[in-house]
DNA sequence: GTGAAAGCGCTAACAT
DNA sequence: ATGTTAGCGCTTTCAC
């Protein structure tokens, strides 16, 4: 049973090596003039030691802990997912840990969460979450990105350009001999994109809209239930259905496959998102894919930016940070046998 | 425009509070007796600066960071995204911020997150990576638990039984009428449990097993052509296929469709995983669901455990820590119309 | 009940 | 080419 020892520091692997810690720091940290000696000596203390800088003690003197807090509703949903993924690797090669939180659409649970990562300090947020209003973020002095969802004119939104995307999958239906498609979103409001370009789409073609709505979070059975409800509700006019993500689109595919109706022939879907995942588990749904790397590499690359130009966003959207217009993405058309 | 202030720290709550950073810091965490007036004078100051504690300094001071490294392979594949979102909810609600690590089944990747943590100093890690023979974990004094694999005999593993579930998936084959089933995993080898399940029913039964491995790392379309490559060498024979994990389940019913065969009375297909987020996208597929909820709970209060009593994991496998048996948790069938 | 001083582990400024 | 000093923001003795 060998003692417990602590942590070995900057000192001890000075002490060993016959120098001041400043020797040690100069060397980790390739600065400044160090005889060959000196440094092989501080090299091997270090190896023995097995030493690790602490990188609690270089946040708080460098006031930066290169870490961003990603803010998501949920992992557990691949679009999240996948973006989540996508983010975390592209911080990973800019030098930044991903610190990560899932507010699973709970407002409370969001403020509580930007709360703390004010307090840990993290160098900037992207967040990506689906709450309105959350006023924290919006007088913060923090750099802010978001994906997907818009905070304020003055933070940077990333997103696909989801009213090309909603016209693009109604215009498909139509194509493909739909008469009356029905959308099925997470949220209906004058905001959703992909409603917009499916509202839009069925206005010129002079069909009424028949939209339902059922958020993502809620929980099982229930959410499929709904969906089948409001399925049946419209059974006897609807033949096609576009729903606004990938998984919404696989429920509305059981049902249809309840009704015993044949897809494509009497019944048509398309969904939205294209995942890796859900591509690899339903090749056979058509849907608009997002592109999601380019809408995270970008986030990305105007946080760090924004963060390295030490660019603070200002106390509020009206002390003269300047409005930014939304970087709209274009989506693409995954053909599968749905539609 | 106002000038850019840097955040707020004790020292100015204090001077505005009109009393000493020591009283502050005690109205901050509940210490010693305050009179009334002063915690009423601290709390104001507070709220008008927008204070908030520097959690690094904290940190530094008070030894531990409550953070804990979460290391999975990529959080865009369900089972892991389902994963880390229950981890992170259940080490959020004990007071741990969560940082993500996806090592996309590198294992330089995973040495390299893994000496990042260590110098972050977090209080813990939970691993569900895939690579074997990371050193460091073994000789790390960090509390590390793992999810799924096994890492060394010392650190304690949380999974579900997949031997069981191997069994279960193939004897629903069998008893459904599949007269050869295939099994498709992503590593074969004598420590995938469900393989040995697999193998195990066959052997009972007399059958020859098939076994096709497709790495889920593989990016497509490769790993697309991959499966259906097997699946056509050997079409002839099988008439059914257990897939060790729900996507690859849809990857192989979309080459069934492609055969024209129908579903499941010319062939039969089981998946493993059960996430939330499949069941949504395919309700159809009969699997065999983790339960992932129980797992990752089970690994949090394990954890944290060992991090509140101050055990460390001990300085390697033979110093004198004890080993642990592996904590199984029980898998349940999903009957969907697939098998 | 409250304050002054020391120090967590590190690096930047200023020596020499 | 290397050492000394001070301090990042906080909490914890110890004093009063």
Redo the contacts between chains.
Sequence with gaps: ??R?PR?PRLSDVAERAGVSPTTVSRVLNHRGYLSQTTKDRVAQAITELGY??????R??LGQR?N?IG?IMP?????F???V???L??AL?RHGY??????S?GRAEAESEYL??L????VDGIISGAHNDSIPTYATT?LPVVTIDRELAPHIPNFRADNVAGGRLATELLLERGARRPALFTSRSSARNGRERGYRAVLADAGIPPIVSTVEFHTP?PE??RLIHAALDQHAGEIDAVFATD??????VL?WV?GTGRRVPEAFKVVGFDG??????????LTTVRQPIEQICLSAVDALLERIEQGV?QG?GPD??SAPVPPMEFPVTLVEG?TA
Tied chains: 1, 2.
Excluded: K, Y
């Excluded at 004010?118 to 300090?121: A, F, H, S, T, V």
């Excluded at 990938?246 to 429920?251: E, I, K, Q, R, V």
């Design positions: 049973m060998t417990q942590e690790r800088p602490n990188q609690v003690a946040s708080l802990t870490m990603v949920t992992v557990s949903l691949p999240f997912g996948e989540v993924a996508t975390e690797h990973g840990r991903t610190l990560l939180c899932n699973m709360a703390q004010l307090g840990n300090r002095r099982e959410r499929t990938d998984l919404t689109a696989g429920t059981e496959r995942t890796e995942a859900i591509r690899r588990a339903m090749p056979w603070p106390g002390d003269g046998a």
